[in-house]
């Protein structure tokens, strides 16, 4: 399958843009060291970061590219370990939990503050969770707070009473939360930005607290309070962060500025990283892997990634509105061949939505394969025979190699086998993601990335209204599932009831499941202490560079 591969050059190219962007004048002064060599002198790290960032609202954003810079500018109550990801100290100096499991407490750091010097409070927190579970903000990430007592009948606008929520500020610098039920994942949920707490005295000025898209994000305006602050964006060509001089512990941040590049085209991100424009890349073309791994393999990184790649099918749009052809078209794609020919990063094909041994979770639900006769038959029963008067559909994907050639290879193995030809869609990330989350579109490609603490991570993702169940779906008995998934506690019941929801997801098929991830990247040799984790979060606290 590598014919797929036809990359464009555009005149105005990622990697063109990089290279303008990394120029430091290198003709007028005649250095002729290469970029990276150049940034090594100043302490600056050089990130590939796939793709131009949506938003830097930390409540707001919902992709990568965004995620990994928000982690540079905030933090939360606790913070990830880097290897593990059980929850370490953040602004939050100590913490209780009550014997209930439900009840817990926070002590801030008396020294955490906003980069504007300003104290950071047990109020800010308040305040953030209020925004981002308000019904006004309508924010995509609210469901992440739902473990919260209250949150959900508050951010589905049920009460307007926010003091009915299980968080309050018993003092500045102490924070009570009080969980929906026992929770045991819950401190280390609280490792993810939703969970961060917002400079209130910024976004009032900015008129932010329950508005999205405000200026407040922009280099001149934006507080955080984390390990970096954000000090240039230039759009379309990089983001650089530097070490703040208010982070409770400056002292322990080894990097002086990063910077980020909007790179989508993986081709150019390669050819940049070879011309030593980048320490390191997010991804790697699948035709060049094997190079890779044969000439320069101690700086190839492959490592598991809590993540499953899939398509949504759009249930609210016709013929996808036919289960029996939702299950038709997931039992056409080869699974095996995408994984073995295309991606070829040790993935594993995806037979379910959740990884296999989430939290020690085993499925027992064989979940969709290839099954050409089952699928024409379910094609035939739906009305298209032989794909015969099957209407004209459209699959979406944001700008990517990987994502144009497997999208590729599927239309080929739905017209080969079922007799179903579909059209290709790309477009640009934001443009993307307004169109998934509005609907507009039959087919999408999406992926799913959470922490492996649980099975209800994953399986949340396609209840009824659900942030990232752009499909559409609905179904009520699914829905009561997962409720009684969160309340038990007996784990050989809680098994038989994820079962019970993989078997819903099977018959129903509002996502066809793909692949299980693997992180693949390039890094120089000169970078250290970047560890990976099921999540890829970037341990941006503990790299150095040693040239």
Not at 426 to 433: A, P, R, S
């Amino acid at each position: 399958m590598h014919d797929f591969f036809r990359h464009r050059l555009r005149l105005r190219s990622p990697l063109r843009l990089l290279l303008a962007a990394l120029s430091l004048g290198a003709v007028g002064c005649r250095d002729q060291r290469s970029m990276v060599e150049q940034a090594n002198t100043t302490n600056t790290l050089l990130l590939a970061n796939g793709t131009e960032l949506a938003d830097l609202d930390p409540q707001i954003v919902t992709g990568s590219p965004e995620s990994r810079v928000v982690l540079a500018l905030f933090e939360g109550l606790v913070r990830y370990d880097p290897v593990t990801l059980d929850p370490l100290p953040g602004v939050a100096e100590s913490w209780e939990i009550d014997d209930d499991g439900v009840t817990y407490t926070f002590h801030l750091r008396a020294d955490a503050k906003w980069s504007d010097g300003v104290a950071v409070t047990a109020h800010d927190f308040v305040s953030a969770f209020e925004r981002i579970l308000a019904p006004a903000m309508a924010s995509e990430n609210s469901e992440a707070l739902y473990f919260m007592a209250g949150a959900t009948d508050f951010n589905q606008g049920l009460t307007n009473d926010f003091g009915t929520v299980g968080c309050r500020a018993i003092d500045p610098r102490t924070l009570e939360i009080r969980a929906a039920r026992p929770t045991p994942f819950l401190l280390r949920m609280m490792s993810a930005r939703t969970w961060f707490p917002v400079p209130v005295h910024v976004l009032e000025k900015h008129n932010a607290m329950r508005r999205k898209g405000t200026v407040w994000t922009r280099p001149e305006n934006i507080v955080g309070n984390g390990p970096y602050v954000l000090t240039e964006w230039k759009q379309n060509q990089f983001l650089q962060v530097s070490r703040s001089p208010t982070y409770w512990n400056r002292s322990e941040i080894k990097l002086d500025h990063i910077k980020f590049f909007p790179i989508e085209s993986q081709t150019s991100e390669e050819a940049a990283y070879r011309a030593s424009q980048l320490h390191r890349t997010v991804n790697v073309p699948v035709n060049k892997i094997d190079t890779y791994r044969r000439e320069r393999p101690d700086e190839l990184r492959i490592a598991p990634f809590s993540g499953t790649y899939y398509y949504s099918f759009n249930t609210r749009r016709p013929p996808l509105d036919d289960a029996r052809v939702r299950r038709a078209l997931a039992m056409a794609i080869d699974r095996a061949a995408i994984t073995r020919e295309i991606t070829r990063a040790g993935e594993t094909p995806a037979h379910r939505f959740t990884p296999y041994g989430v939290s020690g979770y085993h499925s027992t639900v064989p979940g969709v394969s290839i099954d050409l006769e089952q699928a024409r038959k379910l094609l035939a029963e739906a009305g298209y025979p032989g794909g015969e008067g099957f209407p004209s559909i459209t699959l979406l994907y944001n700008t990517a190699e990987n994502h144009r050639v497997i999208a590729e290879a599927v239309q080929q193995m739905w017209r080969r086998e079922l007799g179903v030809d579909i059209q290709l869609e790309n477009q640009e990330w934001k443009v993307y993601l307004d169109s998934i989350h509005l609907g507009n579109f039959d087919i999408s490609r999406n992926a799913y990335i959470v922490a492996p603490d649980d099975p209800t991570r994953f399986l949340e993702s396609t209840r009824t209204g659900h942030g990232f169940n752009v499909a559409g779906w609905s179904n009520a008995d699914y829905d009561r599932l997962l409720r009684a998934a969160l309340d038990e506690v007996v784990p050989e019941k809680r098994w038989q009831i994820f079962t019970a929801m993989e078997e819903l997801l099977f018959d129903e098929m509002p996502v066809a499941p793909i692949y299980h991830y693997t992180n693949k990247y390039l890094i120089r040799p000169e970078v250290k202490n970047w560890t990976d984790n099921m999540l890829n979060t970037y341990p941006l606290r503990e790299v150095v560079l040693e040239p």
